[in-house]
DNA sequence: GTGGTCTAGACCACC
DNA sequence: GTGGTCTAGACCACC
C-alpha cells in the first residue's frame, strides 16, 4: 500500500489520506479510470476506521479528484492529473513555507535552516530513495 | 509582541504560543527571571481566549521552563536557557522533517525540494528581518 | 425551529438539512452573520444523531455558505443571500420538474397534472399560509 | 423499451422500475397476462445489474401486480389494472405533493410555483410527446 | 463484493 | 458552552 499514516502529527487522518490520494495521481501511481483500493480494505490495512476512510474519499470526490462507480467502486477521473500535480505543489510548498516560517521567526537564519534541511534530505532520502527515485542514471539528484 | 498566531495553519493555538516562548527563551528575546506578558494582555493584544493563553503557560509550567511568582506573575525559570534551545532545535527539525518527509513521499526529489526551499527562504527571509531582528546595532537586547 | 426532517422521504437527512438552511436564507429568516442553532441543540430538537447535524454544517462550509467561528459556532456568510436565492430556485425547479417528468412520463397529461397541483397547493398553501404569505394585499397569490 | 432510468435523481434504481411497470400497467401499455421483458433482456437494455431489476420484480411481485408463471416469465396479473391505476395517482401525488411542500416551506409562495410548473410543463410536455405518444395527429395532447 | 448514510458515544481545541 | 475528528457498528442500494 502507497500509504503511510502518522495519527499523531497534527494533520486530521483523513486529510492525509486526502494528500497522499493526491500526491499518488500526480506521481502516476493511481491514474486515471484506476479504482482505489476499497474503503473496507484500506481501513483494515491502515488499522483506521472505515467511515475516517469514506470522509477523505467524499472530500476528494468534493474536490473533482475521484468519482464513484456505483457498486464497483472509486475512481480516479480522467482530469484528475493536472488538478493533482498543481495540488501537490501547493500543498506542499504551504506546508515547507509553514516549518521555514517558523524557523526564521524562531531565530535560526538561513544558513542554519538549510544546514538542517540538507542533513534532513541526506537521512530521508535514503530511504525513500528505492520508491521515489527509480532513475540512477540523474547524476546529482541531491 | 514577539507572537505570531495563526489560528488555521494545523497547529493548535496554544502549542503555537509554547513553542514561540520556548524560541523566545532561546533566542535570548525572554531572559530567565523575566516576566511573561499576562494571560489579560496577551488575550487582548492576538484576539484569543484567556483559556487558550492559560492553557499555553500551564504547559510551559509543565514542562519546566516558567514557575508561578505569586502575586507578581509568571516567569522564565533560571535553567530554561539551555531547555529551550534544545527544545527549539528538536522542534523545528522535526516539523522541517515532517514536510520534507511528505514532500519526498509525494514524489518530489531533492533537487525539487531543495529550489522550493530556497524560493520560500527568500522571500521570507526578507519579510521576518523586518520583524524580528529590527534592532541590527542593539548588541544586548534584554 | 425553522426546520422540519422527513427521515423517510428518500432524501437524505444531511440533504434535507442543507436545502432547508439555503432555503431559510434565501428567505431571509437566516441573515448574514447570523448563528445557526448549535449542532448539539440541533440534534436534540430534530431527534437526530449530532454527527448527521455536523455533516450537513460540513457541506453548507463546502458550499461556501456558512463559516465556522471557532468556539461560537456556525454563522451565515456576508455573501450568502445571493448563493442561496439561487441555490433554492435551481433545487425546487429540479424536485418540480423531476416530479412532473415522471408524472407525464407515468401517462397523465398536463391538464390532470395541473388540477392535482392545484388541489395540493390549495390544502398545502392554507397549512403554511400564516408562514409563507405574509402579503395580504397580493389579490390573487393563487 | 418503456423505462428511463436515472440513477442520480434519489430514488432507488429498483423503485424506479417499479413504479414505471406500475405507470405501464395503468397506462395499458402492459395488460394483463402480459409478459413483462425479462431480467436479463432490461439489465442489458438499461445497462443495470440484473439483480436490480430481480429485486423491483420481487417487490412487483409482493405488491401483487405481477405473478411468476413458471418456465415462462413474469405476467401482469389479471386484477392489476384498477391496482396500478390507483397506485399511480396516490404515488405521483405523493411525489408533486412532496415538492409543492417543499417550495412553500422554502418560501416560494403559490403563484411562484404555478409559474415554475407552467413552465416545466410546456418545456417537457414537448419532450415526452414524441416518446409517450407516438400520434402525430392528436393536436391537444393536454 | 462496493460506497453512502446514520446512530451512539468519545475526546480535543477553543470560547 | 462551541464545532471537528474519530471509533464502532448497523443497514441500504447496487454490482
New interface residues.
Given amino acids: 500500500m502507497f500509504f ?1 499514516i502518522d495519527p499523531n ?3 486530521a487522518i483523513y486529510e492525509q489520506i486526502v ?2 490520494v493526491k ?1 499518488a495521481i ?2 502516476g ?1 493511481l491514474v486515471p479510470g484506476q479504482l482505489l483500493p476499497s474503503v473496507r480494505t484500506l481501513a483494515v490495512s491502515l488499522a483506521i476506521n472505515p467511515n475516517t476512510i469514506a470522509k477523505a474519499f467524499s472530500q476528494l470526490q ?1 474536490d473533482g479528484i475521484v468519482e464513484t462507480l ?2 464497483r467502486g472509486i475512481a480516479v477521473r480522467g482530469d484528475a492529473l493536472e488538478a493533482c500535480r498543481e495540488a ?1 505543489c501547493s500543498l ?2 504551504d ?14 537564519n ?1 544558513r542554519e ?2 544546514r ?2 540538507a542533513t ?2 541526506e537521512s ?2 535514503g530511504q ?1 530513495a528505492t520508491v ?2 527509480p532513475l540512477p542514471s ?1 547524476g ?3
Fill in positions: 503511510s502529527n497534527g494533520i494528500r497522499q500526491f500526480a506521481d501511481v468534493n456505483r457498486g501537490r506542499l510548498e506546508r515547507l513555507r509553514g516549518a521555514i516560517a517558523e524557523a526564521l521567526h524562531g531565530g535560526l538561513a535552516i538549510k538542517i534541511i534532513q534530505l530521508l532520502d525513500v521515489a527515485t540523474t546529482n539528484s541531491s
